[in-house]
């Protein structure tokens, strides 16, 4: 199926779907194979993806926690922090609560550029060198959901392809590490729904993303948030598909192990 834009002009790097391995399933597999000890996720919601993880201690962080699946479940230790991201980063030690440094990270937190931009900064600072961070709703598959309002993403995407899907513009993080952080190693996961950004060889000294916080929202903010740029985004990158990843017994050629 070809995708157009809104002037009527063929997409040629646009993806038609995400054909890989479900997200959650790729998150228990990767967590289980990089026998990852201290987990952190931001963005809990019900607990899902948090039930499927391995791992000794998992701190959760969601501002309103609505647990509805078995989280305790291959974990010893569950803590739950219910504030925004910005308060858990600024108030709260990870080290202290974990009794050490997260070898995994999830950031699925507020679907707006800036939030993401905040939450990847801050979880990096708290990170050893071999620390996976993996971003999520960074491969949007059509302008609907990359509306940064939720609402209006429902409603002008209820009858797409892809009803109630909302990254917001979160994929504006591509083009950020790219600019910002060429150092580090980032890899693209076809997992469904909206792909899965997968980044190692972090720097926790690194103020590049802070310090020029500001500048980076105002640039990226007044660039557009259309079909054609998220287009342009997917001509940037390179997709690995799930399958190599998970079928392969040595992650270390994917992640810093």
């Known amino acids: 199926m070809t995708e157009r834009d809104d002037a009527g002009e063929e997409l040629v790097h646009l993806p038609d779907n995400h054909h890989g391995l479900h997200y959650m399933a790729f998150m228990a597999h990767v967590s289980r194979v990089r026998d990852s000890k201290r987990y952190l996720e931001i963005g809990v919601s019900q607990g899902h993806l ?16 609505q647990i509805s699946f078995n989280v305790c479940e291959n974990k010893t230790i569950v803590t739950f922090v219910q504030v ?22 999830f950031l699925d937190g507020m679907h707006t550029f800036e939030y993401l931009l905040r939450d990847f900064y801050n979880a990096e600072a708290i990170s050893t060198n071999r620390t996976l961070i993996v971003l999520h709703d960074c491969m949007p598959l059509n302008a609907e959901m990359a509306e940064r309002n939720a609402k209006t993403s429902a409603e002008i995407g209820k009858h797409s392809r892809f009803p109630y899907h909302w990254t917001g513009d979160v994929w504006k993080i591509i083009p950020i590490l790219q600019a910002y952080r060429p150092d580090l190693r980032v890899v693209y996961v076809d997992c469904p729904p909206t792909g899965l950004v997968c980044v190692t060889n972090l720097d926790p000294s690194s103020r590049v993303l802070e310090d020029g916080y500001f ?29 190599r990843i998970t079928n392969d017994s040595d992650l270390t050629l994917y992640f810093k192990g």
């Open 50 to 65: 948090l039930s499927q993880i391995h791992t000794e201690v998992a701190i959760a962080v969601d501002p309103a926690l």
């Open 84 to 105: 925004p991201s910005d308060t858990f980063f600024a108030e709260y030690n990870y080290a202290a609560l974990a009794k050490g440094k997260p070898d995994l990270i």
């Open 215 to 243: 500048q980076i929202v105002d640039a990226f903010r007044a660039r557009d948030n259309d079909l054609r740029a998220i287009d342009a985004m997917y001509g940037t990158i390179t997709i690995t598909p799930s399958s």
